[in-house]
């Protein structure tokens, strides 16, 4: 299986990164690349076989529904890149146009 | 001054207990070590000498109010830069998180800490842990103390190299397909990875929520054993921690291994691209079993022909997925004039991570998309089952299993950085112990006769079988006399 430089454009996207185009090249070369290494185990009859999540048999660990102490507010934003009146300041993702 | 690398963690401890010397002396010993040699080496991101000094002066005030010293007491540490101590950065050794200040502490952290370790710094690793050579950090690679022309091994190479430099007694690491131990077989340094589940990750940034564990480097197997006792065991924080009763993983170092059942994996010895030096030394160790008194044998491993496989395709779609939350909202690098908020994510991401990370994100995001799920994903977490299930098999036969950590010895910076799959098949020996969750250890076997670099045998044991895995290094410790002082330091002493 090989992988068109469009397909790596939408991969990008949903890796939410900004690639280049020497970048969409390049990496589409070593995913070809490693795909065509690891492709053996599609190759696999595994139909009979269950799959490992989770190496140990470890199934529902839960913890009483209770309130702990956390992160302050103040510490929640400590590292943000951009804050204001106690909060994250991101771009608009809603509405804009006229109204803003 | 006293030379801490020549002491022991026991050593250090009980020389500040008898006022032979101080912590701060201690402390002041293992920061000038780093002055000395760091410039040269660069195993560290940040050196913490002030967290160093406050942790001295509660051990030296411990002293003189006769309280009993923790066993770790005034111990050099040096942590892995994805873990989380408060009052230093936690950067994974990438520009998107070159700025974070650690918001809260990690627990393997917390608890070597609270056994009186001294922290001295965070160590240099491969971005976000992706990589076997520590040059895929954004702040320039780490110099192997053995030859400075080579890698230390990775992930965690600034962990691995400051302890062979006798700049930290222990260090942690965590390996995710074999980020530990590999680093440990190429520097000659004692590596632990334990169970999967037998140490909380809490705090240590994700790469591959089923295969992270965390576990120390030392210069010696009862060092590592007094490491594991400090920072195993339940923590709420992390629901895949295991609940199990207490144990001393040294108190059975020196028991001996008369009758222990020891499988040498023969079809991954035999395995191409392994090097003859390698091959011997494992032979030469498995001599070495046998004289001790073990039943030594021979098992195959087959489905491990699927390892790497299985494993490239886990580990990314595992890490696309953890360094999803890398978005430049809450922390971490921003562009300053995005567009709007697709805008913001896209170019934060690509400007802050560094090649290998945006490699392993695509390939895990392409694994897990539309489409290919079934016939990457799927197929690779039933090749897992396959590996588990040979892994059980050998394990009814034998106590532990014996390979190589590494096919190879160090090899040269630079060497494999453009060919991204030869860096990978550095770790086909240790990644499927990750993928069945199992505990190993890799200790020097002994140096190799052409290039007298160190080589790293690694040996395997069942799930939550560290105390048997150590028994068996420590008695392969004391047969074989490994001097584990780099030339770099002998220079120095």
Do not use: K, M, W
């Given at each position: 299986m090989s992988i068109s430089e469009e397909q790596v454009r939408h991969v990008a996207l949903l890796a939410r990164l900004k690639l280049t185009d020497e970048e969409v090249a390049r990496l589409g070369e070593d995913l070809n690349s490693i795909l065509g290494h690891i492709d053996t185990i599609r190759q696999l009859?595994?139909?009979d076989v269950p799959p490992t999540a989770h190496a140990l048999d470890v199934v529902n660990e839960t913890r009483a529904d209770e309130v702990r102490p956390c992160l302050s507010r103040e510490e929640a934003l400590a590292n943000g890149p951009e804050v204001a009146e106690g909060a994250f300041v991101i771009p608009r993702i809603v509405g804009g146009g006229d109204a803003s | 001054m006293i030379d801490v690398s020549r002491l022991t963690a026991t050593q250090i401890r009980d020389g500040i207990a008898d006022r032979l010397f101080t912590a701060r002396e201690v402390a002041e010993a293992a920061l000038g070590r780093i002055e000395a040699l760091d410039g040269q080496v660069?195993?560290?991101?940040?050196?913490t000498a002030e967290l160093a000094y406050a942790a001295a002066e509660r051990i030296d005030d411990a002293v003189a109010s006769d309280v009993v010293l923790p066993p770790l007491a005034g111990v050099p540490v040096a942590l892995k830069d994805n873990m989380n101590l408060l009052g230093t950065r936690t950067t994974c050794s990438s520009r998107i998180l070159e700025n974070y200040e650690s918001a809260y502490d990690c627990t393997a952290v917390r608890r070597l800490l609270d056994a009186g370790a001294l922290p001295v710094g965070k160590c240099n690793m491969d971005e976000f842990a992706f990589g076997s050579s520590t040059e895929n950090s954004a702040f320039g690679p780490t110099h192997n103390p053995w030859d400075l022309e080579r890698v230390p091994g990775g992930s965690s190479g600034g962990s691995a190299a400051a302890v062979s430099a006798g700049m930290a007694t222990i260090s942690l690491g965590s390996d995710t397909g074999g980020s530990i131990r590999q680093p440990g077989s190429l520097t000659g340094t004692v590596a632990l990875k334990p169970t999967y589940g037998r140490v909380s990750r809490y705090g240590c940034v994700a790469f591959a929520s089923s295969l992270d564990q965390i576990g120390p480097f030392a210069k010696t197997v009862g060092e590592c054993a007094l490491a594991l006792n400090a920072i195993s065991g339940k923590d709420p924080m992390d629901a895949t921690s295991v609940d199990r009763p207490a144990e001393d993983f040294t108190a059975t170092l020196a028991e001996g291994i008369a009758g222990l059942r020891v499988g040498v994996v023969t079809d991954l010895l035999e395995a191409e691209g392994c090097e003859g030096a390698v091959r011997d030394s494992v032979h030469a160790a498995a001599e070495t079993f046998a004289a001790l008194g073990a039943e030594v044998g021979e098992v195959e491993l087959p489905s491990t022909a699927h390892g790497l496989s299985a494993y490239y395709i886990i580990g990314p779609a595992e890490a696309s997925s953890n360094l999803a939350r890398f978005d430049g909202i809450r922390y971490g690098h921003r562009v300053g004039d995005a567009d709007d908020v697709l805008d913001l994510y896209m170019r934060s991401r690509a400007e802050g991570f560094g090649p290998e990370t945006i490699r392993r994100v695509m390939l895990g995001t392409y694994a897990l998309s539309a489409g290919y799920y079934d016939a990457y994903y799927g197929q690779a977490q039933k090749a897992r089952t396959l590996i588990k299930r040979d892994f059980e098999s050998a394990f009814e036969r034998f106590d532990v299993l014996l390979t190589p950590t590494s096919p190879t010895v160090a090899f040269k910076?630079?060497?494999?950085?453009?060919?991204p799959l030869a860096m990978y098949l550095s770790d086909i020996y240790t990644i499927p112990v990750n993928l069945a969750g199992n505990c190993a250890v890799s200790l020097p076997s002994g140096l190799c006769p052409s290039s007298g670099l160190p080589i790293g045998l690694q040996i395997i044991g069942t799930h939550f079988a560290e105390s048997t895995v150590l028994r068996a290094a420590a008695a392969f410790e004391t047969a074989l006399g490994f001097d584990p002082t780099p030339p770099l330091v002998r220079e120095i002493q």
């Open positions: 009859d595994l139909a | 660069h195993a560290f991101n940040q050196v910076i630079g060497e494999r950085a453009s060919d």
